[in-house]
Nanobody, 124 residues
Framework: QVQLVESGGGLVQTGGSLRLSCSAS????????MGWFRQAPGKEREFVSV???????YYADSTKGRFTISRDNAKNTVYLQMNSLKPKDTTVYYC??????????????????WGQGTQVTVSS
């Protein structure tokens, strides 16, 4: 089992920045990758970014160049630095972890563990 707890969401103006954190506990050594998805009401969960155990990073086209994912293995924590935020980034962001192959995925169904979500609101 892996437990994930997100923090860092909030309200920010267009062009502003936020940093999300995801603290993992439990079988963290078994995780292949950790990442972030987001989900608006009535829509499917959307891939944002993922970082593999070896440190390779991947981004959705909509976040590339604005968001940066990183991890602190000593703290079992993954971060998502979000810059140049836009109103369309407003939604709930979820931290996720996968412990089974493939090593990474852009599909929410490939991930076994999820945090409770944190709201990000970007005002225009």
């Amino acid at each position: 089992q892996v437990q994930l707890v997100e923090s860092g969401g909030g309200l920010v103006q267009t062009g502003g920045s936020l940093r999300l954190s995801c603290s993992a506990s439990g079988r963290t050594s078994s995780t292949y990758a950790m990442g972030w998805f987001r989900q608006a009401p009535g829509k499917e969960r959307e891939f944002v970014s993922v970082i593999t155990r070896s440190g390779n990073t991947y981004y959705a086209d909509s976040t590339k160049g604005r968001f940066t994912i990183s991890r602190d293995n000593a703290k079992n924590t993954v971060y998502l630095q979000m810059n140049s935020l836009k109103p369309k980034d407003t939604t709930v962001y979820y931290c996720t972890a996968k412990i089974s192959p493939p090593l990474r995925s852009n599909y929410a169904t490939s991930y076994e563990y999820w945090g409770q979500g944190t709201q990000v609101t970007v005002s225009s």
